[in-house]
């Protein structure tokens, strides 16, 4: 059997910008996943697409160690950082230091 060059066109045309796929999970993944989606209003897909998002993203820096990764780890966007670029001006009795600390340490 034969592939012709229309059949191969027709997929690649198909599929350029994005890759359809089937995962499958354990029962219990599934079920988080599941009640993590009714939780937050969001989609299942949406909600594996970001995982995997990041995942993708922050594979590399595992090789670091976990005291080092924070300095060198992409803040996602619409994060506090966006906030602090925006409006630069703090409540007067801010400490900076403590604020980053604080979301460093949410991050871990």
């Known amino acids: 059997m034969t592939t012709t060059a229309s059949t191969n066109e027709r997929y690649r045309k198909r599929y350029r910008h994005s890759m359809a796929m089937n995962l499958r999970l354990p029962e219990e993944l599934a079920a988080g996943l599941r009640e993590l989606s009714e939780e ?61 600390e604080e979301q460093r340490q949410e991050r871990y």
């Not at 590399?60 to 160690?65: E, F, V």
């Not at 990764?69 to 801010?94: C, F, Y």
């Open 40 to 100: 937050t209003g969001r989609s299942q897909q949406e909600l594996a697409r970001e995982a995997l998002e990041e995942y993708v993203r922050d594979y590399r820096l595992r090789a670091y160690p976990k005291e080092v990764r924070h300095l060198i780890t992409p803040a996602p966007q619409g994060s506090w950082t966006d906030a602090i670029l925006l409006d630069p001006s703090l409540p007067q009795d801010t400490d900076v230091h403590k604020l980053l």
